[in-house]
């Protein structure tokens, strides 16, 4: 069975600092791995995903995340965030030879400016 | 990437009554899901439609309430049935291109249900 947690609701930053956003899973398999936004009022976008090859994945809107195998984590990160950066983020697991892919609770991301 | 339309984008509906939601991809997809989500909340997988073949259902939703069809490459209906206030909600359309265990999901701009 595969599964997702994000431990934190809420994080709040101030602009221009740098931003984490914390993911853990479980799965049987090799994990895919990805990272979707949700901006206010507007639909789910991709943002970036882990499948195989380089445990740093960069993606869009200067995003970038980083597997850890050992400790079983996604976390998403940015070196400076903006206030425009406020949104809801889901982290989003699915094994190998899953039929579809487990979403966590989400973390609601608030920059301050 | 793939572009998702759903229509209606919001409706208001009184319990009792029915409510078809329709989605529309701009390209051919394989697999295509149905999602519930209270605003900012979390996503909630009601069902997988893959052309062709029968929905399959997540635990605790069931077809005589969301029944589903997929016609087609590029199109898939969700009906809510026998609509009460509980079912008050955003429904999401999402569709993965490939069939590609690793491909992105893309999701539809949403329907807006409140039932009455």
């Known amino acids: 069975a595969q599964s997702v947690a994000q431990p934190e609701d809420q994080v709040n930053v101030a602009e221009g600092n740098p931003l984490t956003v914390k993911c853990t899973y479980s799965?049987?398999?090799?994990?895919?791995l990805f990272w979707y936004v949700q901006y206010p009022n507007r639909g789910l976008q991709f943002l970036l995903k882990?499948?195989?090859?380089?445990?740093l994945v960069k993606g869009s809107y200067g995003f970038e995340a980083e597997f850890n195998k050992s400790q079983t984590s996604f976390h998403l990160k940015k070196p400076s965030a903006l206030v425009s950066d406020s949104a809801l983020y889901f982290c989003?697991?699915?094994?190998?030879?899953?039929?579809?892919?487990?979403f966590g609770d989400g973390t609601t991301l608030t920059v301050k400016p | 990437s793939a572009v998702i339309s759903q229509k209606p984008s919001r409706d208001i509906c009184q319990r009792g009554t029915s409510l078809t939601i329709q989605c529309q991809v701009d390209s051919q997809v394989t697999m295509m899901f149905w999602y519930r989500q209270q605003p900012g909340q979390s996503l909630t997988l009601i069902a997988t439609a893959n052309q062709g073949s029968e929905a399959t259902y997540e635990s605790g939703f069931v077809i005589d309430k969301f029944p589903i069809s997929r016609p087609n490459l590029t199109f898939s209906t969700l009906t809510v049935s026998n609509m009460s206030p509980e079912d008050s909600s955003i429904y999401l359309c999402?569709?993965?291109?490939?069939?590609?265990?690793?491909?992105?999901?893309?999701f539809g701009p949403g329907t807006r249900l409140t039932v009455t």
């Open positions: 999402s569709v993965e291109r490939g069939g590609d265990r690793g491909d992105e999901q893309y």
């Open positions: 799965v049987s398999g090799n994990p895919y």
């Open positions: 989003a697991v699915r094994e190998s030879n899953a039929g579809k892919s487990t």
């Open positions: 882990y499948i195989t090859g380089d445990n």
